[in-house]
């Protein structure tokens, strides 16, 4: 009986352990919201659309996420008359969230003024209602738009590092826990640590954090189904890295997005161009207008740089600069983004060259009750 007991036991300790073993990886489930449009000359009216579905093509293919089927997702946002805007604030994202038993809401924006065109993301954590992080792309229109939100969807992953554990060491040889069912793929490279000091709240005791210590650096050689193989790359001592370190991917500097090909035209084409061409600017400088004249500082501020970026000193714009500015100047000399955007209405009429609007800038740099405003006034009217 004795013999039979224990060959049941270790039976069924072999049945445990292969059953941890074999546990799958948790992927992180996200949800990913329709992109807002800012801005004109899109393509079509549904390019928030497109660019939600290329960002959960690029995030399936990592292959560490589990995202909602759009299908589903608009269920549920029917269901609960939610939006699924990329304007959707923390709470209501947090609402979505739970119905939706996810971790992490991604929502943004494409914006496109001009030769600009920008891409703006949110990372919502459902359980704290707060943005993790704020990623954004920029690059000319002449950029494939998916192109951006590939190199966008690498910035939003950089976030998520693949997290495990070393389980073998052979001479420089490395086994860890993690394999393609967890998004690993060969030529990744992975921090080694191992646990330090235990940081403990003085007062309460509670265990706050257990520290990390860098003790060398892997390349994944050869990847399987939930183990892979790597190389040490270096080691802070000798045999510094071993067996039960963590691990935790890095990510290196993003591929920088192709240059625009520019195609010569032939002459005869050249006069019917013109028109298309003074259409696009017009409606630029319409964007940039009402931006300015939104009373939002931020708006304001973006408008500014776009402007002296694209070099656009449309007399209609600089006009509407210049109004706004002697306005809202001194309206709110406290608050630091209102002057920042001033300031930058500023650096505008100074970047035109147009001494027309020195009588602004001269009334901002005399009467303004904010001293950086002041200066700056008097920089931009230095270059009239």
């Given at each position: 009986m004795k013999i039979i007991m224990r060959a049941c036991l270790g039976l069924l300790l072999v049945v445990m352990l292969t059953s941890l073993a074999q546990a799958?990886?948790?992927?992180?489930?996200?949800?990913?919201?329709?992109?807002?449009?800012?801005?004109?000359?899109?393509?079509?009216?549904?390019?928030?659309?497109?660019?939600?579905?290329?960002?959960?093509?690029?995030?399936?293919?990592?292959?560490?996420?589990?995202?909602v089927e759009r299908g589903m997702l608009k269920k549920i946002i029917a269901e609960q008359k939610l939006a699924m805007s990329g304007l959707v604030d923390e709470s209501t994202a947090t609402q979505l969230g739970k119905f939706l038993g996810v971790k992490v809401v991604i929502t943004g924006t494409v914006m496109k003024l001009q030769n600009i065109t920008e891409i703006n993301a949110?990372?919502?954590?459902?359980?704290?209602?707060?943005?993790?992080?704020?990623?954004?792309?920029?690059?000319a229109s002449t950029t494939s738009?998916?192109?951006?939100?590939?190199?966008?969807?690498?910035?939003?992953?950089?976030?998520?590092?693949?997290?495990?554990?070393?389980?073998?060491?052979?001479?420089?040889?490395?086994?860890i826990d993690l394999g393609r069912r967890a998004g690993v793929k060969e030529g990744m490279e992975f921090l080694v640590f191992k646990e330090g000091n235990v940081i403990k709240h003085p007062k309460t005791g509670e265990i706050l954090d257990v520290q990390q210590i860098e003790t060398g650096k892997i390349r994944i050689t050869s990847v399987r189904g939930k183990i892979s193989e790597a190389k040490i790359l270096k080691e802070t001592m000798i045999d510094s890295v071993g067996y039960g370190q963590q691990v935790k991917s890095v990510r290196g500097p993003l591929k920088p997005l192709p240059a625009p090909v520019v195609v010569a035209q032939p002459a005869m084409v050249s006069v019917s161009v013109a028109a298309p061409v003074r259409s696009k600017k017009s409606n630029s400088a319409r964007t940039y207008i009402q931006q300015i004249k939104s009373g939002n500082a931020r708006s304001q501020r973006d408008a500014a740089k776009r402007i002296i970026r694209a070099r656009l000193f449309d007399t209609s714009v600089m006009d509407a600069i210049s109004s706004q500015l002697m306005k809202d100047f001194n309206s709110n000399g406290r608050d630091r983004n209102h002057v920042d955007a001033m300031a930058w209405l500023c650096k505008v009429l100074g970047a035109s060259g147009n001494s027309k609007y020195r009588t602004t800038l001269t009334t901002v740099s005399n009467d303004a009750t904010n001293r950086k405003l002041r200066g700056y006034a008097q920089k931009s009217l230095a270059k009239l």
């Open positions: 799958d990886f948790k992927k992180t489930k996200i949800a990913v919201l329709d992109f807002n449009l800012q801005g004109s000359n899109f393509e079509t009216k549904d390019m928030g659309k497109i660019v939600a579905e290329w960002f959960i093509t690029a995030l399936v293919k990592e292959g560490r996420f589990e995202v949110r990372i919502i954590d459902v359980e704290s209602a707060s943005i993790i992080t704020a990623e954004n792309v920029r690059s738009l998916q192109q951006m939100v590939v190199q966008m969807s690498e910035k939003i992953i950089k976030n998520f590092p693949l997290e495990g554990y070393i389980v073998q060491r052979s001479k420089k040889n490395i086994t």
